[in-house]
C-alpha cells in the first residue's frame, strides 16, 4: 500500500503557544530577563499558526507544500525542546529556593551558592557543553523565530493568494479551521453499542441455528466459520450473534478471544483460558495451561469464539482445540473469522458463511443511520439525501466505509461540505483500494488535533487493545491535547478527543462486557500509511511505518523483538531525536544499554519500559531526562526507584503497577512537583505515604493513601496541614493516623473541604479503643441516604449530641443499632428501607416518622416525650402513645409541620448563633459522613469521613454549604463554639 504521509503542525503551534504562556516561562522571562524575546517569539507561533491551520489540507494536491510543513514541524520540535529546558530550568529554581534549611546540609550550601554567586548559566542538554549562559539566551530564542521566518517567507510567497481565497469562504471551511476550539465548547455525544444489523439477518440467523440446534452434536465441538475480506462486517456480525438473548441463555459460558497473526498454540491457549477465568494464570508451559483450560470447561456447555484468525497452519488448531474437545459438553460451539478461506477447511468447519459485501439498500440505511439524526432530517433536506446516495455507491457495498464517512458528515447540514466529500480527489484510486480510498477521506475531514491522535495510535500492533485513559495520557504527554480554556481538564478534553475518534469509527469497542477499545485492520493500516516518516514500530523482528529517513523519526516502538535475531541498540542508533520510546521486551535480559539510551535521547516524554520482567534496575541516568512527560514501569522487575529519578521535574504520570519486588521509593519524590498521576495497585500505596514533600505535589490527582506522620523538626506537629495545597486531588483517598492530629484547629490545616473532586474519602485512627465515632461527640444532625449495600449500621453510642437521625433508601437495611445511649436524640426519621423489620427502644424522642417501610409490624414503647408520630403503611402493633404526643398520623399521606414553641426557640436560636454543625451521608454504594461548621464572622469548613464498618464504605459528596438544596432547611444549633475531629 503506497504511503500517503499527513504532515500536521497547526496543532503543535496552539501546544507551543499554550507553553509559551504558561506561569513558568513567565518566570524564566522574569528571571532571566527574556521577555522581550519570548513576546517576539509569541507573535511568531501566531502568525506560523495562522498560515499552517489556512494551509495544511492543501498538501494533498501539492508536495511542495507537504515539504514546507516538514520543516516547520521540524522547528517546532526543537523549539518544543528548548522551551522545556527553560521551563526546567524555572522548575529547579524554585525547588532550590523553597528548601528548608534543615533538611540538608548539602542543599544548604547549594542554596548559600545561588544567592551568592550572579545568575551566569544554568544546565542545558541541547549543545555540547551541557551549559546556557545568560547571554546565549536571547540569541537562541532569536534563532527560533528567524527559522519559522524564513519558512513563513515561503509558504507566504507561494500560498499567500490561496489562503485569502480560502478565507473569503468562510462559511464552508471556517468550521474545519476552527474545529480545535469547537470541539473544546460543544458536547459530544457517543453510541458506545450499536446493536443494529443492516441485511445481515440471514447469515446471523444461519449460524444461530446452528449454535441452538441438537443436530451438530457429536465427538468434537462443532466449528462455524464467517469468511470476509477486512472491513467486511466479519466481527460485528459474529459479536451480534455472540450477545443474542438467546444465545446468552444457551450456554453456560461464552469467551472471546482475537487471535489475529498469532500461531502461538501457548499463547492463544493462555488467551482462551484469560477470557474464560477473567484473570491472568501464572502459568507459562503449554501442558499444565491445557490441563487448567479443561477443568473450566469440564461438564459446561460453552461458546468459544477465535476472532480474526490469519494461521491456515492444521496443526496449530488441532492441538488448541486438544482440551476443548476432551471437556466439550454436548451442545458446545466455535465460531471462526477469518480472511482466509483455507482456515475454514482446516477447522473442518460445518458450516461456512462467505460475506459478501453489503446490497446497496442496506448501505443506504447504515448511512443514514450515521449520518442523519432521524429519517425526519433526511426527508426535509433532499439535496443532502441525494449526494449521500452517490456517497454511498462510492463505498461499493463496504460497511467500514459506510459507517465512516456517514460518522464523518453526521448532523452537517452544508452542501458544500457533502459535494467536497463526494467530489474529492482521493477517491481517484484503483478500485480494489475503494475501502482505504474512503478511510483516507475520512482522516483527511479530521480536525488537525484528532489527526495527530490517530496517526499516534501506528505505535502499537494490529489488534491491539486500546484503554482509553492510558490513551488519553499519552497524548496529554505529547502535547496533542492542548486548550485555553480553564473549565476543563485535560484528561477530560482527551476524553472528547477519544470519543469523537470512536464516534466517526476510527475506535471499535473490543467487547460489549469490556472497556477497552480496537482499531479495524484496515483503520491500522490508513494510521501506518498518514504516519509514515514520523513514526516507527519494529514488531517481531519486522519494521512498520516509516518509509524514509529515520533520523527525522520522532516516535519508536518495539514490540517482541528477539535479541538474537534483532539486536536492539543496533536498531535504536539510527534515530536521532525521539519523543516517545516504547520498548515492550518481556524476553530481553540485555538492558545495560538503557543508560546510553538516556544520554543520547534527553528529549523524550514519553518512556515505556512496561512488562519488561527482566528489568530489575533503572540507570542513574534517567535523571537526564529533563523533559519527561510519563513513565510506565508496569509489570518491571525493579526493587528500587533511583533516586535520580526525583530530578524529573517534568514528570506527569508515573506507571507503576504490578511491580511486585517494588519495596522503596526515593526519598525526595516530593521534588516532581508536576507530577499528577501515580498508577499502581493499593498495597503498593502503604510503601509511598510516608515519602517526603508530599505537600509539594500541587498538581497531583491521585492520592490512595496519606499517612500522617509526626514532626520532631517542627515542634511535634502532624503532617495532615500537606493536604492543604493539594486542591486537584481526584477519585478515592485514604487519611491514616489522625491519633496524631492534636486538635480541630489543626485538622483542618487538610483544607478537604476545597477539593471537590474527591469522591470517596476515608479516614482512619490507629489504635486501640475504636474511638472513631467518639470523635464527632458535638455532632448534632446525620443523615444517610440512597446506601443500597448497606445492611448494617455503624453503633452510634458516640454521638452523645446527635438531636436529629435521617435514614432514607436504604433497600438492604435490616436493623438499627441500639439507640437508647443517645440521650439527645430527638427527632428519627426513616423513609423507604423496605427490608428494615424492628426498631430499638428511644431514650427522648420528641418526633418519630416512619415512610415506606413495610416489614415494621411492631414500634417500641413510646416514650412520654413523643409529640409527634407518622406511619405510611400503618404500623399494626402500635403502643399506646405517651400524654406528650400532639400528633398521631397512622397514615403519612401528608406531613404536619412541627410547631411546638420549643422547635420555635431552637430554630431562633440557629438564627442568632449562626453556627451548625451537619452530616451529610450519601452517594448509591457508599457511606460518607460530611461534617461543616459554618460561623457568622469566619467559614471554616472541614470534611470528615467515619471509618465504615462491615460493608459499609465511605464516600465524599459535593459542596453543600450554598446549595439551594439546603436553603430553608431546619438546622439544629449547637452550644458549643467549634467541633473538634480530632480528638
Known amino acids: 500500500m503506497a504511503t500517503t504521509e499527513d504532515v500536521v503542525v497547526s496543532p503543535l503551534l496552539q501546544a507551543l503557544l499554550n507553553k509559551l504562556n504558561s506561569s513558568w516561562m513567565i518566570k524564566f522571562g522574569s528571571d ?16 506560523a499558526y495562522a498560515m499552517t491551520s489556512s494551509t495544511e489540507d492543501m498538501q494533498i494536491s501539492d508536495p511542495r507544500l507537504k515539504f514546507l510543513l516538514k520543516d516547520m514541524r521540524q522547528v517546532v520540535h526543537k523549539a518544543t525542546c528548548i522551551l522545556d529546558e527553560f521551563i526546567y530550568e524555572a522548575v529547579q529554581r524554585k525547588i532550590l529556593e523553597e528548601e528548608e534549611d534543615d533538611e540538608s546540609k548539602q542543599i544548604c550550601i547549594s542554596r548559600a551558592a545561588i544567592k551568592k554567586v550572579p545568575r551566569e548559566y544554568f544546565s542545558y542538554s541541547l549543545n555540547e557543553k551541557e551549559i546556557l549562559y545568560c547571554h546565549e539566551i536571547p540569541s537562541v530564542i532569536t534563532g527560533i523565530i528567524n ?14 493568494s ?19 476550539s469547537s470541539l473544546d465548547s460543544r458536547p459530544q455525544t457517543v453510541s458506545l453499542v450499536d446493536d443494529r444489523i443492516f441485511g445481515r439477518r440471514e447469515d446471523a440467523n444461519a449460524i444461530i441455528d446452528i449454535l441452538l440446534s ?14 470476509g475480506t477486512g472491513g467486511i462486517g466479519k466481527t460485528t456480525l459474529t459479536q451480534l450473534i455472540y450477545n443474542d438473548a438467546n444465545v446468552v441463555k444457551h450456554f453456560d459460558v461464552r469467551a472471546w478471544v482475537c487471535v489475529s497473526q498469532d500461531s502461538d498454540v501457548t499463547k492463544i491457549t493462555r488467551s482462551i483460558l484469560e477470557s474464560i477465568s477473567n484473570g491472568q494464570p501464572p502459568l507459562e508451559r503449554l501442558e499444565p495451561l491445557q490441563q487448567e483450560l479443561k477443568n473450566w470447561l469440564q461438564g459446561k456447555k460453552f461458546l468459544l469464539v477465535l476472532d480474526d484468525i490469519w494461521s491456515d497452519d492444521r496443526r496449530t488448531w488441532d492441538a488448541v482445540r486438544v482440551p476443548i474437545n476432551v471437556a466439550a459438553e454436548k451442545g458446545s460451539r466455535i465460531i471462526v473469522t477469518t480472511r482466509i478461506h483455507r482456515v475454514s477447511s482446516i477447522m473442518s468447519s460445518i458450516k461456512k458463511i462467505d460475506l459478501e459485501t453489503l446490497p446497496y439498500e442496506h448501505c443506504w440505511e447504515l448511512f443514514k443511520r450515521k449520518a442523519f439524526i432521524d429519517d425526519k432530517i433526511c426527508d426535509k433536506h433532499p439535496s443532502l439525501k441525494e449526494i449521500g446516495q452517490e456517497i454511498v455507491k462510492k463505498c461499493r457495498g463496504m460497511p467500514l466505509a459506510v459507517k465512516s464517512l456517514g460518522g464523518l458528515l453526521y448532523d452537517d447540514l452544508d452542501v458544500k461540505r457533502w459535494k467536497s466529500v463526494l467530489e474529492s480527489k482521493m477517491w481517484e484510486v484503483e478500485a480494489e483500494e475503494t475501502t482505504m480510498s474512503a478511510l483516507r477521506l475520512s482522516y483527511y475531514y479530521l480536525p488537525a488535533h484528532l489527526k495527530l491522535c490517530f496517526a499516534y495510535c501506528s505505535l502499537f500492533p494490529k489488534d491491539h487493545e486500546f484503554d482509553k485513559e492510558t490513551l488519553v495520557q499519552l497524548w496529554i504527554a505529547e502535547g496533542f491535547v492542548s486548550s485555553k480554556r480553564i473549565d476543563i481538564m485535560e484528561e477530560d478534553l482527551g476524553g472528547e478527543y477519544f470519543d469523537e475518534l470512536f464516534n466517526r469509527s476510527f475506535f471499535q469497542k473490543h467487547s460489549k462486557f469490556r472497556k477497552s477499545f480496537m482499531i479495524h485492520d484496515l483503520m491500522h493500516d490508513l494510521a501506518e500509511s498518514v504516519s509514515a516518516g514520523m513514526y516507527f514500530r519494529m514488531e517481531k523482528g519486522k519494521s512498520h511505518n516509516n518509509s524514509g529517513n529515520r533520523k527525522m523519526v520522532h516516535y519508536v516502538s518495539m514490540f517482541h523483538v528477539q535479541q538474537d535475531q534483532y539486536p536492539m541498540e543496533k536498531e535504536l542508533c539510527k534515530f536521532k531525536e525521539l519523543s516517545t520510546l516504547l520498548l515492550i521486551l518481556p524476553s530481553t535480559r540485555d538492558w545495560h544499554i538503557l543508560g546510553d539510551l538516556f544520554e543520547q535521547y534527553r528529549c523524550l516524554r514519553v518512556l515505556d519500559l512496561s512488562e519488561n520482567y527482566e528489568l530489575v534496575n533503572l540507570p542513574s541516568s534517567i535523571g537526564n531526562l529533563k523533559h519527561l512527560r510519563l513513565l510506565n514501569l508496569n509489570r518491571i522487575g525493579i526493587r528500587v526507584l533511583p533516586e535520580s529519578l526525583c530530578n524529573l521535574y517534568n514528570l506527569q504520570t508515573l506507571v507503576i503497577e504490578n511491580c511486585r519486588r517494588l519495596i522503596g ?11 499528577q498521576y501515580i498508577v499502581m495497585e493499593d498495597r503498593k500505596w502503604d510503601v509511598f505515604s510516608p515519602i517526603r514533600g508530599t505537600g509539594r505535589l500541587h498538581y497531583l490527582r491521585t492520592l490512595r493513601r496519606f499517612e500522617v506522620i509526626m514532626q520532631k523538626s517542627n515542634g511535634n506537629k502532624s503532617t495532615i496541614g500537606e493536604l492543604k495545597e493539594l486542591g486537584n486531588l481526584q477519585g478515592c483517598i485514604r487519611i491514616r493516623g489522625l491519633e496524631k492530629v492534636a486538635d480541630f484547629e489543626e485538622a483542618k490545616e487538610a483544607n478537604l473541604f476545597d477539593k471537590h473532586r474527591i469522591d470517596r ?11 472513631e465515632l467518639q470523635r464527632l461527640a458535638s455532632l448534632m444532625y446525620l443523615e444517610i441516604t440512597n446506601c443500597p449495600m448497606l445492611q448494617l449500621l455503624p453503633e452510634l453510642h458516640g454521638l452523645a449530641s446527635l438531636e436529629k437521625l435521617k435514614i432514607t433508601i436504604c433497600p438492604m437495611l435490616q ?5 437508647q445511649s443517645l440521650a439527645s436524640l430527638m427527632y428519627l426519621e426513616i423513609n423507604d428501607c423496605p427490608m428494615l423489620q424492628s426498631l430499638p427502644e428511644f431514650a427522648s424522642l420528641w418526633e418519630l416518622e416512619i415512610i415506606n417501610c413495610p416489614m415494621i409490624q411492631s414500634l417500641p414503647k413510646l416514650q412520654g416525650d413523643l409529640r409527634r408520630a407518622c406511619t405510611d403503611p400503618p404500623v399494626q402493633n402500635v403502643p399506646e402513645a405517651g400524654p406528650g404526643c400532639r400528633e398521631f398520623i397512622p397514615r403519612g399521606s401528608h406531613r404536619a409541620e412541627v410547631s411546638s414553641q420549643s422547635n420555635h426557640q431552637l430554630e431562633s436560636d440557629a438564627i442568632a448563633q449562626k453556627e451548625y454543625i451537619k452530616v451529610l451521608i450519601s452517594e448509591k454504594e457508599d457511606l460518607l459522613c460530611q461534617v461543616e461548621s459554618l460561623k457568622a464572622d469566619v467559614k471554616e469548613q472541614t470534611e470528615i469521613l467515619l471509618k465504615a464498618m462491615d460493608e459499609a464504605k465511605v464516600k465524599a459528596v459535593e459542596d453543600y454549604k450554598s446549595s439551594e438544596e439546603f436553603e430553608g432547611r431546619w438546622w439544629i444549633p449547637t452550644t458549643k463554639a467549634s467541633s473538634s475531629v480530632g480528638g
Open 32 to 47: 532571566w530577563g527574556v521577555d522581550r524575546q519570548l513576546n517576539n517569539l509569541s507573535r511568531t507561533l501566531q502568525d
Open 147 to 160: 527559522e519559522m521566518h524564513e519558512i513563513q517567507q515561503k509558504m507566504n510567497h507561494d500560498y499567500a
Open 162 to 180: 490561496s489562503v485569502s481565497s480560502v478565507g473569503r469562504n468562510l462559511s464552508e471551511m471556517g468550521k474545519k479551521l476552527n474545529i480545535v
Open 214 to 227: 441438537d443436530k451438530y452434536n457429536g465427538e468434537k465441538v462443532p466449528v462455524a466459520s464467517i469468511v
Open 665 to 675: 521509593f526515593p526519598e525526595n519524590m516530593g521534588n516532581l512537583i508536576n507530577l
Open 761 to 771: 474519602l476515608e479516614l482512619e485512627w490507629i489504635d486501640n479503643n475504636e474511638r
Open 815 to 819: 436493623s438499627l443499632p441500639e439507640l
